[in-house]
């Protein structure tokens, strides 16, 4: 499956994004699919996953209460609605899917097989 993010731009500290990621080449069903960033000078980090059905979040401890996965497997779309958005959270993100892998192994740490390229979000103070 390819994979590729949109919806990266500049806003203001406070504001809000809607990332995308659009899958093809294929269905989406049994993947996990996760949110990544990496940070200039910093190695890439997990921001949130969700498992296949959807059923079930993860999210980093820095963005909870301010980030919201969500997918749409007829689609083949995932969101990410990101709120109250700090300078910190500048980065490339990036969208990344994995065939029977859990969510709780995406958030513990083992990466997705298919990744998408990156989107830039820059959030100014």
């Known amino acids: 499956v390819q994979l590729q993010a949109s919806g990266g731009g500049l806003v203001q500290a406070g504001g809000s994004l809607r990332l995308s990621c659009a899958a093809s080449g294929g269905t989406l069903t049994r993947y996990s699919m996760g949110w990544f960033r990496q940070a200039p000078g910093k190695e890439r980090e997990f921001v949130a996953g969700?498992?296949?059905?959807?059923?079930?979040?993860g999210y980093a401890d820095s963005v909870k209460g301010r980030f919201r996965i969500s997918r749409d497997n007829a689609k083949n779309t995932m969101l990410l609605q990101m709120n109250s958005l700090k300078p910190e959270d500048t980065a490339v993100y990036y969208c990344?899917?994995?065939?029977?892998?859990?969510?709780?192994?995406?958030?513990?740490?083992?990466?997705?097989?298919?990744w998408g390229q990156g989107t830039l979000v820059t959030v100014s103070s």
């Open positions: 990344a899917a994995g065939r029977g892998l859990t969510l709780a192994s995406m958030v513990d740490g083992r990466l997705p097989k298919s």
């Open positions: 969700i498992s296949w059905s959807g059923g079930t979040t």
